[in-house]
């Protein structure tokens, strides 16, 4: 598969509801059920879920309460209305940001990035949920299949790419999860209880429809630590008291031999 540019002259179509999507209400409890106990073990004062498909995913269960979705349209009260390529946050003011998707639907994924690693905190964690372009589903985006089903827009970059993009801003990779195995192009039930799910879950992990990462960011220090220790002078004090007393008796005999 060839590298395509990350940033692109068009924006996609962005959906504004996980109904947007086929499957998308069994997508969504399905990520729901994979992220509550990440989310349970990321502590902080603030939590930014970032986009429309995240602001919907609820994580009642998380140890953060102060939580905001900002979203690029206004579908319900308690969102705030905001581009994810510019976000209206103060520099290391958020502890934990949550993307499901919103990478898939973005026009630069990379300014997107840079935002988040301007508005986290040091060691603050960002959560991103993505579809697997090795995948079924990734397979199907490029057939004539259900042309109205608003996937065929998503971008599908690979989990290994979004890492690499994380790393390069010093974000720490600790998780990674496979999420769905399915078509998601058809409008058939999700049944993530299914042999053939459970089949794919143990052996085909890397084949999923969805993947969700677990990063965390590190400084790293502005000034190096110096070493407690010290280099030993390799003579001691008698030593350099006899050379100089030797160099002194030297300098006698010279002045007393040119009288």
């Not at 991103?128 to 599908?156: E, Q, V």
């Not at 965390?216 to 502005?222: E, N």
């Amino acid at each position: 598969m060839l590298m395509r540019e990350a940033r692109i002259s068009s924006r996609p179509k962005y959906p504004e509801h996980w109904q947007a999507l086929s499957q998308g209400s069994n997508v969504q409890a399905e990520l729901e059920q994979v992220l509550l106990p990440i989310m349970e073990r990321i502590f902080g004062y603030y939590l930014v879920k970032l986009g429309n498909l995240s602001s919907e995913i609820k994580l009642s269960s998380s140890p953060i309460k102060q939580q905001f979705n900002l979203s690029q349209t206004l579908i319900a009260s308690s969102h705030i209305k905001s581009k994810s390529c510019r976000l209206p946050l103060q520099n290391n003011s958020v502890d934990a940001f949550l993307l499901v998707a919103e990478l898939d639907f973005a026009q630069d994924p990379h300014q997107i990035i840079r935002e988040i690693d301007r508005a986290i905190t040091s060691n603050g964690h960002v959560v991103i949920a993505g579809f697997n372009p090795f995948s079924i589903a990734g397979i199907m985006k490029y057939l004539p299949i259900n042309r109205k089903n608003m996937l065929h827009d998503g971008r599908f970059f690979t989990a290994a790419r979004i890492k690499d993009w994380l790393q390069l801003l010093n974000f720490e990779v600790i998780q990674q999860e496979q999420v769905v195995y399915s078509g998601l192009f058809m409008s058939s039930r999700l049944n993530q209880a299914s042999r053939v799910q459970l089949w794919c879950k143990r052996y085909l992990p890397w084949f999923s429809s969805m993947y969700v990462i677990v990063a965390r960011k590190r400084d790293m220090p502005l000034s190096p630590i110096k070493p407690r220790w010290k280099l030993q002078p390799k003579f001691s004090s008698s030593a350099a008291g006899a050379s100089m007393r030797s160099g002194a008796e030297t300098s006698q005999r010279q002045k007393a031999e040119n009288a």
